[in-house]
């Protein structure tokens, strides 16, 4: 699903022949790329604060992803307790796949991997395990952010050796380190901020907008969120720059709840279903 992203936040590479009517199979899969677009689009990326901890060894994220009343697949985020080069790390994971008709029409099971040090926050060694239909992908990135000043030099099993800018994470990481130690930061409402990341082999910035805070409806119930217009490139997906909205709760667990992306054939909806071992009180909660 997300090789057919070009620097993953704006040039989707959709069916030739998509227009007005589309056919169940092509709703499945742009409802599938929205999915894991939910989870590599939605770094919102701000000036760094200081340090505090968001989330713990332990915890564990499920979500829907659904077009109107099609639920075509689901995805899992998750933090274990890792070891890379015989140093305890966290070992970031996140698995999207498809379910019921939308997996016999367009098999999916994508698995995102990354190794980050505990300290940082930034990563050691990222892994992209691609699968879908009868495409797969397996690349593996590592990245040293200690023998250049000016830089962070990445290995990919894809391009070699590169140069990425400092503290540059993966785009996995990069969700957790915005977590972690960026969203802490009081921010206004209009503020855009910009973060570095490299994924599929490119460096790229994403820019996301604050635009104030809103109660919304889940099925876990109503919860107080900040919302933010992640900055797209239009296109023949998206039609304007602001058609993806993200919500994360307005609490020190700065949980994604909800994902929307407004595209040609509608919306699609990536909802917070189920969490587990948080570190603080779900204080956004509202009866």
């Given at each position: 699903?997300?090789?057919?992203?070009?620097?993953?936040?704006?040039?989707?590479?959709?069916?030739?022949?998509?227009?007005?009517?589309?056919?169940?199979a092509t709703k499945t899969k742009l409802?599938?790329?929205?999915?894991?677009?939910?989870?590599?689009?939605?770094?919102?990326?701000?000036s760094i604060a200081q340090q505090k901890m968001a989330f713990k060894t332990g915890e564990k994220l499920k979500y829907s992803v659904h077009y109107g009343i099609i639920r075509g697949g689901e995805a899992i985020l998750e933090v274990r307790e890792g070891?890379?080069?015989?140093?305890?790390?966290?070992?970031?994971?996140?698995q999207g796949r498809t379910v019921g008709l939308a997996n016999k029409l367009y098999n999916v099971n994508d698995i995102y991997q990354s190794f980050?040090?505990?300290?940082?926050?930034?990563?050691?060694?990222?892994?992209?395990?691609?699968n879908e239909n009868r495409y797969s992908k397996y690349t593996v990135q590592t990245f040293d952010h200690l023998t250049r000043s000016d830089s962070t030099i990445v290995n990919s099993t894809d391009t070699g050796e590169?140069?990425?800018?400092?503290?540059?994470?993966?785009?996995?990481?990069?969700?957790?380190?915005?977590?972690?130690?960026?969203?802490?930061?009081?921010?206004?409402?209009g503020d855009t901020l910009v973060v570095d990341t490299y994924f599929s082999d490119e460096v790229y910035s994403m820019k996301v907008r604050f635009i104030g805070y809103e109660t919304i409806k889940t099925k876990l119930g109503k919860i107080n969120c900040m919302k933010f217009l992640p900055v797209v490139i239009t296109g023949r997906?998206?039609?304007?720059?602001?058609?993806?909205?993200?919500?994360?709760?307005?609490?020190?667990?700065?949980?994604?709840?909800?994902?929307?992306?407004?595209?040609?054939?509608?919306?699609?909806y990536c909802d917070l279903i189920d969490y587990k071992n948080l570190l603080h009180p779900f204080d956004s909660m509202r009866n």
């Open positions: 699903m997300l090789h057919t992203l070009n620097h993953c936040t704006s040039k989707i590479l959709l069916p030739p022949l998509l227009k007005t009517r589309c056919s169940l409802l599938l790329i929205a999915g894991n677009l939910a989870f590599l689009l939605l770094t919102p990326f701000f070891k890379y080069d015989n140093k305890t790390v966290n070992h970031l994971y996140l980050t040090n505990l300290k940082t926050d930034l990563p050691y060694m990222s892994i992209r395990d691609i590169v140069l990425a800018p400092p503290n540059s994470n993966d785009i996995l990481s990069a969700f957790y380190y915005l977590r972690n130690r960026l969203l802490w930061k009081p921010i206004k409402v997906v998206f039609k304007n720059e602001d058609d993806m909205t993200v919500w994360f709760t307005n609490d020190k667990n700065f949980l994604p709840v909800r994902v929307k992306f407004d595209i040609f054939v509608g919306s699609v």
